[in-house]
Structure formats: structure tokens, C-alpha cells
């Protein structure tokens, strides 16, 4: 831990806000960042969001959250979990990070937003955003019986709700041991120059009638363990399709289980195995010449 002044915040952040380099800043509790207001986050910010239970938020627990509306200026921000004390720990507890846009209606874990013209469209900026042991599991082993808690749903460590192209510019976002999903879009169409994912608790990318485009890079490191259940991509079509756009020239890396009835146009990636219950590890690495498309049309 550095020698840097620490600075808490607890509440919702009303005022535009600069985020320092010369401090590390702690998230307790649900805070957001309200309509209008604009958080910008000097280069290389950390913020760091305290595990536990926080009764008075929605999801009951510390969570940074972009409401409809709100603007993130920023470069490169790191977000990691930490305990009570405000030490980085290794362990996910907490409510994530979330980005909430005016693009379509969008709900989960009680977070929801809807479509309101009269509202100006939420703006997310950045050169890149980290995570570390964002998000909660759906249950623990106790510490005093050894036993395993079931606490109730798990919530991912970066969500995206109902973000449209235009409200998103973060070229980069790089997720590390999510407690659920390595990341969480629903109902949006957003751009990635490149996305890495590894070793979610379960899997790489949750997309829910959604279109994410990844036009760089792609790694998902979600090694086949003794789980099952876990798969390098689970594609929802609630309320439509969801799309993955791989773009020619882009450097893909994949290990894991592919998913269950999804789609693969591709000629070059190999055929995957998507029967359901399928635990078949896949594997493939190169840069592809073409373009390449996952994607389900009607199957969860």
C-alpha cells in the first residue's frame, strides 16, 4: 500500500468531481454519481470499494455507480476490493462498478433504468478501467462452521445497463477474478478496442440482448475447473438478439468452455462444442484475418 492519502466517500457524489493522482479513494457503501454531474479521474486513479454488508444500499453492498445521465472523464482507472480498514484484499464482497445509460430499459440485481428522452445521454470516457475482486458470489463457506452460505444472487463486477455507441468511449477494460461474470452488458451496444477477462467465478462475458464489438484484442482466460456451468460466453435473448463482433485483425485468445447453444460464424476459429450441458474445453489463439461473429438469436 502506498504512502498516499486515503479519501472516503459515502455518499452520492452531487457536484462535478476530480478524482486526484494524489490520493487513493474509497467507495463505502452505494454511491453514485447523479444526473449532470461529471466525475473526471486523473491518470492511473485507484479506487478501492469495501467489502461487506451495507444495509442502506439496494444491492446491500459498496458499489460505484454511473447513473443515467452522469459523465466519467478519465484515462486509466483501477478498481479493486478492500476491507474495512482500506486494504487491497484478494477476496470479492462487494457491489461492483456499473454504467447506466439512455439507450433502452434495462434491469438486474434491483438496478434499473429507463428510456427518458428528456434526459441528456450519459457520456463514459476513458483510455482504459481495471477491476480486481469486484462483485459477489452466491455463497460462502463459513468461517465458524465451514459450512456453505447460501446468500442469495451473485452480482457481476462491471455491469453495463441500457449504453448506447454514442455514450460509450472506454477503449479498454481489463476484469481479474470477478466473483460472478467477468462482465455484464445488457440491453446496450457498446465499442471495445479490447477486452481481457480472467478467472471469473463463473463466466467470461454475460451479453443480454446486446451488440459488443471488439475491434483489437479479445482474452478470456476462463480455465475449465471442476465447476460446471462456467463458460467463456452466455449470451440472453430476453428482450432480443446478443452479438459479439470480433473485427478483422483482431487478436483473440480463448480458454475455456465456449457456451451453450451459441453461435459461432467464423472461418477460422475452430467449431466449438455449444450442446447443452457441454463441458468440453476450447482453446484458440492467432489474429484473425476476417471478421468473426458470435451470437444467439433465440436461445438462452
Known amino acids: 500500500m502506498s504512502n498516499k492519502k486515503i479519501e472516503v466517500i459515502s455518499s452520492d457524489i452531487l457536484k462535478n468531481k476530480t478524482l486526484s493522482d494524489k490520493k487513493i479513494y474509497v467507495i463505502e457503501g452505494e454511491v453514485r454519481v447523479r444526473k449532470g454531474v461529471t466525475l ?29 445521465g452522469s459523465t466519467l472523464s478519465a484515462k486509466r482507472v483501477y478498481i479493486k476490493a478492500c476491507t474495512g480498514q482500506h486494504k487491497p ?105 479490447r ?41 440472453e435473448t430476453d428482450d432480443g438478439a446478443s452479438f459479439i463482433e470480433l473485427y478483422s485483425r483482431c487478436w483473440v485468445r480463448l480458454k475455456g468452455v465456449f457456451g451453450d447453444q451459441v453461435v459461432l460464424s467464423s472461418t477460422e476459429m475452430p467449431r466449438p462444442n455449444v450442446r447443452d450441458d457441454n463441458e468440453v474445453p476450447y482453446a484458440f489463439e492467432g489474429q484473425l484475418k476476417k471478421a468473426s461473429l458470435i451470437y444467439s438469436i433465440d436461445n438462452d
Do not use: C
Not at 40 to 68: H, P
Open 40 to 68: 473526471s479521474i486523473q491518470d492511473k486513479v485507484t479506487i478501492l470499494l469495501v467489502n461487506g454488508v451495507f444495509s442502506k444500499s439496494v444491492i446491500r453492498r459498496s458499489a460505484l455507480i454511473f447513473a443515467q
Open 195 to 235: 477486452l481481457e477477462i480472467r478467472h471469473p467465478v463463473e463466466d467470461g462475458m454475460n451479453i443480454s440482448s446486446s451488440r459488443v464489438e471488439i475491434h483489437k484484442s479479445l482474452l478470456l482466460d476462463v480455465t475449465k475447473t471442476s465447476d460446471t456451468d462456467r463458460d467463456l460466453f452466455d449470451l
Open 89 to 193: 484484499v484478494k477476496n470479492a464482497d462487494n457491489g461492483g462498478v456499473w454504467f447506466l445509460g439512455n439507450y433502452k430499459d434495462a434491469s438486474k440485481d434491483k438496478i434499473s433504468v429507463k428510456v427518458n428522452r428528456k434526459n441528456g445521454l450519459s457520456r463514459f470516457t476513458a483510455s482504459s478501467v481495471t477491476t480486481h475482486y469486484l462483485g459477489r458470489k452466491d455463497s460462502y463457506i463459513s468461517a465458524k462452521t465451514g459450512r456453505e452460505l447460501d446468500i442469495g444472487d451473485d452480482i457481476d463486477g462491471f455491469s453495463v445497463l441500457g449504453v448506447s455507441p454514442e455514450e460509450w468511449n472506454i477503449a479498454s477494460v481489463r476484469t481479474f477474478y470477478s466473483a460472478d461474470d467477468g462482465i455484464d452488458v445488457t440491453n446496450s451496444h457498446i465499442q471495445l478496442d
